[in-house]
Nanobody, 115 residues
Framework: QVQLVESGGGLVQAGGSLRLSCTAS????????MGWYRQAPGKQRELVAT???????LYADSVKGRFTISRDNAKNTITLQMNSLKPDDTAVYYC?????????WGQGTQVTVSS
């Protein structure tokens, strides 16, 4: 079983920055694709950004140019640097790992952006 532990959420004003981190352990393969998803109240969970073992990245259009995902394979850790935050970024952010079609999820961390 894969364990994913997130940290770094909080409350920030619009235009501010936050940095999220996620560390994987347990039956985690370094070759897993990892990423961040978010879910706002009353909405479906959506992709924010993903990164492969080789550091190929994918971003949602809504965060391109503002968010940066990075990865430290030696530490099984990913980070999400979020800049120029908007109230629409308010959501619970979930860390994800995917390997051979199997998803694992963290417990989620709240990000709230005030206007």
């Amino acid at each position: 079983q894969v364990q994913l532990v997130e940290s770094g959420g909080g409350l920030v004003q619009a235009g501010g920055s936050l940095r999220l981190s996620c560390t994987a352990s347990g039956a985690f393969s370094s070759f897993s694709t990892m990423g961040w998803y978010r879910q706002a109240p009353g909405k479906q969970r959506e992709l924010v950004a993903t990164i492969t073992y080789g550091r190929t990245t994918l971003y949602a259009d809504s965060v391109k140019g503002r968010f940066t995902i990075s990865r430290d394979n030696a530490k099984n850790t990913i980070t999400l640097q979020m800049n120029s935050l908007k109230p629409d970024d308010t959501a619970v952010y979930y860390c994800n790992s995917r390997r051979n079609g199997i998803d694992s999820w963290g417990q989620g961390t709240q990000v709230t952006v005030s206007s």
